[in-house]
């Protein structure tokens, strides 16, 4: 277990689906300020779904995220700025402009069989002189030896860190473990994890994934993430010291941002409650939350049944538009 962790805060681009992508620039520029004040070293700004997100089928943003990444970069003399591209969303030109406004790191996503995709854009990102990260998501839906087999690929392509992600919040500490020391028995780069919290178990997953050897954390001040949010980063930062872990992050000044600056922009309170409870139980996308939540209202069905739906027809990011076909397919009957 290493004594010293690096983390990448993700509330400006995960927690855009929690609000709907609806961040402004001002909102991005006080987040960002405080976080870099706080000494958070990544932050990652992007639409919700990565560069190129904002669409009618993963939801239009209310800025364009160029400006966001741009306002971001403006405020941050520490803090590097991260974004996240999944091939197919997102285009090399997308990476090619936010790394001419200044991002330093390019987070590749794909579903945990499709690495193959990431080649090229992880090349791109290597050229441009960006760290690269390949981003495994869906960890939960491929056995260990296919998710170790899409890192090797993702590590051939030149990715310097391999991240497991628990897009559904569906894994438990056990299975987090035995991911990562099979990364960790395999791979050269450093290791990274990314969790989501809908069945509680977040931090847990995290600590299982340090102890195995993961050095690359992500987390979201106020569990400002998707579903039921992230690994809440001022609590990782406070469990960690108490560790004796290392962050380098100041933490009365982050828990100081999150009281005052990240709070006050909830909705509401990221909470586990029926809906978020049921991503991780059934392993769905936990950015499918508010498009079953409107599917629901729409249809007047519950949306455990749609998202149970989705969970047994294994339906995964970018076929956000059959939220609707099971939506509509309950109610018919
Ligand atoms: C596009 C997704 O929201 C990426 C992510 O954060 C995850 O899979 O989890
Ligand atoms: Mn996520």
């Given amino acids: 277990m290493s004594n010293e962790i690096i983390l990448t805060e993700v509330a400006l681009r995960d927690g855009s689906h929690a609000i709907s992508h609806q961040y402004t620039v001002e909102q991005v520029r006080s987040i960002v300020q405080s ?12 639409h919700g779904d990565g560069l190129g997100g904002s669409s009618l089928q993963y939801g239009l943003s209310k800025v364009d995220e160029m400006k966001l990444i741009e306002a971001a970069v403006s405020v941050s003399n520490f803090s590097k700025i991260a974004v996240l591209l999944i091939p197919g969303i997102g285009t090399i030109e997308d990476l090619k402009e936010a790394k001419k406004l200044g991002a330093k790191m390019a987070r590749v996503a794909t579903h945990v069989t499709e690495a193959d995709i990431s080649k090229q854009h992880i090349e791109t990102a290597k050229e441009l002189g960006m760290e690269a990260v390949g981003f495994l998501m869906m960890s939960h839906m491929a056995p260990v030896e296919t998710l170790v087999e899409q890192a090797k690929l993702m590590e051939n392509y030149g990715a310097d860190i391999v991240y497991v992600v628990d897009s559904a919040g569906a894994l438990l500490p056990h299975e987090v473990k035995e991911r990562i020391r099979a990364l960790r028995q395999t791979l050269e780069v450093d290791i990274g994890f990314h969790g989501h919290n809908n069945l509680s178990v977040a931090m847990g997953n995290t600590l299982a994934a340090i102890e195995e050897g993961a050095t690359r954390i992500d987390g979201s001040v106020r ?111």
């Fill in 35 to 46: 976080l870099n004040d706080a000494m958070i070293p990544y932050i990652e700004v992007s």
């Fill in 223 to 333: 569990c400002l993430g998707a579903g039921a949010g992230n690994t809440q980063t001022e609590v990782l930062v406070a469990v960690l010291d108490k560790m004796g872990i290392s962050t380098g992050v100041d933490l009365y000044k982050l828990m100081d941002m999150a009281e005052e600056i990240v709070a006050p922009i909830l909705p509401k309170p990221q909470e586990i409650n029926r809906d978020s409870l049921t991503l991780g139980y059934a392993g769905v996308y936990s950015s499918f939350l508010l498009h079953a939540n409107r599917a629901a209202k729409r249809f007047s069905v519950d949306s455990r049944d749609i998202l149970i739906e989705l969970g047994r027809q294994k339906i995964v990011g970018g076929q956000e538009d059959m939220i609707i076909d099971v939506a509509a397919g309950l109610a018919n009957k």
